[in-house]
C-alpha cells in the first residue's frame, strides 16, 4: 500500500512581512537586558570550545575558574542594572552561580511571542485595508 501526497497550494502569506519583522525584532533584542544577557552568554560559551588546550596547573585553573566568576558577576549586574533591579556583590547571592530567580521567562520564547504578535498585527492591517 502507499499513501498519495496530498496536494495543496502553497501559502506564502508571511515573505512581504520578513524585513518589518526583522525590524522590530532588532529593535527589541537590542534593548531587552535578559536577551542580551543569553547573547553574551552563548558567546562566551562559543569562545570557550573554541579552546584547545586546558591548564594543568591548580593554581591556573582556579585563576581562570576566578575570571569567568567576575566575568559572570558582571554580566549579571548589569543585565540588574538595566532591569533596575539590586546589583549583587558575589555569585553567592543569587543562589544559583549567577542563575537569578528574576528570569523565569526565556527570552527567546518571550521573543517569539512578540515576533508573532507583530505578524498578526500587520496581517490584520492587511485585511482591512482588502475589506
Do not use: C, M
Not at 524585513?19 to 570557550?48: C, G, W
Not at 520564547?109 to 492591517?125: F, R, V, W
Amino acid at each position: 500500500d502507499k499513501i498519495r501526497p496530498v496536494l495543496h497550494k502553497k501559502n506564502d502569506t508571511i515573505s512581504p512581512y520578513i524585513t518589518r519583522l526583522t525590524s522590530n525584532h532588532q529593535k527589541r533584542v537590542l534593548t531587552d537586558p535578559d536577551y542580551q544577557f543569553r547573547l553574551k552568554q552563548i558567546k562566551r560559551a562559543e569562545e570557550n570550545r573554541d579552546k584547545t588546550t586546558v591548564a594543568l596547573s591548580e593554581n591556573l585553573r582556579k585563576k581562570e575558574q576566578e575570571e569567568f566568576d567576575n566575568w559572570l558577576l558582571d554580566q549579571e549586574n548589569e543585565r540588574r542594572r538595566a532591569k533596575g533591579q539590586s546589583l549583587l556583590s558575589s555569585l553567592e547571592e543569587s543562589g544559583k552561580d549567577g542563575q537569578d530567580d528574576t528570569i523565569d521567562i526565556d527570552p527567546y520564547l518571550l521573543e517569539s511571542g512578540h515576533i508573532l504578535a507583530d505578524y498578526i498585527g500587520l496581517n490584520a492591517k492587511k485585511n482591512i485595508a482588502h475589506n
